[in-house]
């Protein structure tokens, strides 16, 4: 019990740092320096009334000093990073995993919300996490005594790149043959590629995390929650444009937590 506590105060924390980096990696400013402010009167934000969740709560979601609105972004990804620790920590334990997959998370909820505001993700953390996700991965294949490298996690994680950023890349190709060139339609908005290459990188980090196999299901899978979403999203508003990379992350998490049993779920029925 003392173990999900602690994971879950640990990710409230670690939810606020998201926040920096949501709101400053998009803008190209420095996460670690200076300190927060408020977007709308500039004032510095006192140590007191950034506590995760009881500041929110505390301040009815407005700034001290002027009152303006806090964003509830705020307080949710604060509160989906902490649940997400706890759950890693009921499955894994303090382990190298529940690190690894920390990381990974913490990736997904930057690149969700960086995506749902600007439209973009950062390569900060696609390439950045890709990297990052390949040595996590690599470094699985030591064993100290008797001291053996076992390549499987290192070819895992590499495939897993090319597997996953290539799958996204030749359907969005395909897509363009038959739309543009086949049917010969106007591209819209000017767009002449429904490829995203923020999308292409995401999914090649995500298989850098999670392996070549992982890297297929999410990209099956991301498309049902699109739809989802996409369909509520017609229904109470105009505005018909989604971004892809928030379905990617879903789609990621579910994979993570559940990936033997949805395949096992196709594999039976
Ligand atoms: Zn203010």
New binding site residues.
């Given amino acids: 019990m003392i173990g999900k506590i602690l994971a879950f105060v640990f990710g409230s924390i670690v939810g606020s740092f998201l926040n920096v980096c949501i709101h400053r990696l998009p803008l190209g400013e420095s996460v670690v320096w200076p300190h927060s402010h408020?977007p709308?009167?500039q004032?510095k934000i006192p140590t007191y009334d950034n506590i995760p969740f009881l500041s929110y709560i505390i301040l009815k979601g407005r700034?001290r000093?002027?009152k303006?609105r806090i964003s509830p972004r705020y307080p949710l990804v604060e509160l989906l990073t902490a649940l997400a620790f706890v759950a890693l920590f009921n499955r894994y334990g303090l382990t190298y995993d529940f690190m690894v997959f920390m990381v990974f998370i913490c990736s997904l909820i930057i690149a969700t919300f960086v995506d749902l505001k600007h439209r973009i993700i950062p390569d900060e953390i696609s390439v950045g996490g890709m990297i990052l996700g390949f040595i996590l991965s690599a470094v699985r294949g030591f064993n100290l005594r008797p001291f053996i490298y076992d390549l499987k996690p290192l070819f895992n994680s590499l495939l897993g790149i090319i597997i996953g950023g290539g799958i996204i890349y030749l359907t969005g190709k395909l897509f363009d043959l038959i739309y543009f060139k086949l049917l010969k339609r106007p591209p819209i908005q000017g767009e002449t590629s429904s490829m995203g290459w923020g999308d292409v990188k995401l999914l090649a980090m995500m298989g850098a995390f999670l392996g070549w196999q992982e890297a297929i299901l999410i990209f099956f899978l991301a498309p049902f929650f699109g739809v989802t979403f996409g369909f509520i999203n017609i229904l109470i508003k105009k505005d018909h444009t989604l971004p892809y990379g928030p379905f990617l992350s879903l789609a990621a998490i579910f994979s993570l937590f559940w990936a033997e049993r949805i395949i096992s779920l196709f594999l039976h029925y």
């Fill in positions: 408020c709308r009167c004032k700034c000093f002027c303006g």
